[in-house]
């Protein structure tokens, strides 16, 4: 449905378990962090006093990614959601990635290099069934239905591809379908590994049990 026609949803009720993809940049890419709900529906958190998405365009920032921003956004998802994994694209968030991981443990906050092709080859073809399906939904986010549809496949070799963007259209971006395309990964190996989902729960209980909510 086209995105004029669609509203975008409210996010989901606090404590839902989810899992997380990101898509992390610096200057010229946009910055995305996109979740799935184990109910299947993909959505953009909003964050902050504000509530703004969680898709950061480095125009609106000064030409520069806003990192406490981002830093924000995350400590307050895992705090509104039950987080069962969160799969993370390292590029030049090496460090950031690396204290969430120490922060929210290593077996929720996992690097996942997109430039992997058979990996990400089969992460899209798991995404393009899910859609057609019906296992996956979206909230009618629009910059996220635009950046998805920005996406074009890309040959890797004979049997597999890629995404990214038009030939010679750079400024079309596509950083918000990657990041949805994460956060589906790890829905889908949360619900084959066992106790993927279960770490969420397990997760929420301790911060209770603790005092951290």
Same mark, same amino acid.
């Given at each position: 449905m086209p995105a004029r026609e669609m509203t975008w949803l409210p996010n989901p009720p606090r404590g839902t378990q989810i899992c997380v993809g990101f898509d992390g940049s610096e200057f010229d890419d946009w910055t995305a962090l996109k979740c799935r709900a184990r109910t299947g529906r993909v959505f953009t958190p909003r964050y902050?006093?504000?509530?703004?998405?969680?898709?950061?365009?480095?125009a609106e920032w000064g030409g520069e990614i806003p990192r406490g921003e981002v830093r924000?956004? &995350? /400590?307050e998802v895992f705090k509104r959601w039950r987080v069962a994994r969160m799969y993370c694209d390292p590029q030049g968030w090496y460090s950031e990635i690396g204290e969430w991981s120490a922060t929210y443990g290593e077996k929720?906050?996992?690097?996942?290099?997109?430039?992997r092709d058979k990996a990400m080859f089969e992460a899209l073809k798991r995404f393009e069934t899910d859609l057609r399906t019906g296992a996956t939904t979206h909230d009618g986010c629009p910059l996220t239905t635009l950046h998805v549809s920005n996406a074009v496949k &890309? /040959?890797?070799?004979?049997?597999?591809?890629?995404?990214?963007k038009p030939v010679g259209e750079y400024h079309r971006k596509i950083d918000a379908a990657v990041a949805s395309v994460l956060a589906c990964e790890a829905a889908?190996?949360?619900?084959?590994i066992d106790g993927g989902w279960d770490v969420a729960k397990k997760a929420q209980i301790s911060t209770v049990m603790y005092g951290f909510t």
């Open positions: 902050g006093p504000d509530r703004r998405p969680t898709i950061w365009n480095p924000v956004a &995350v /400590a929720r906050v996992v690097e996942w290099p997109t430039n &890309v /040959a890797r070799n004979q049997q597999r591809y890629g995404i990214g889908g190996d949360a619900s084959s």
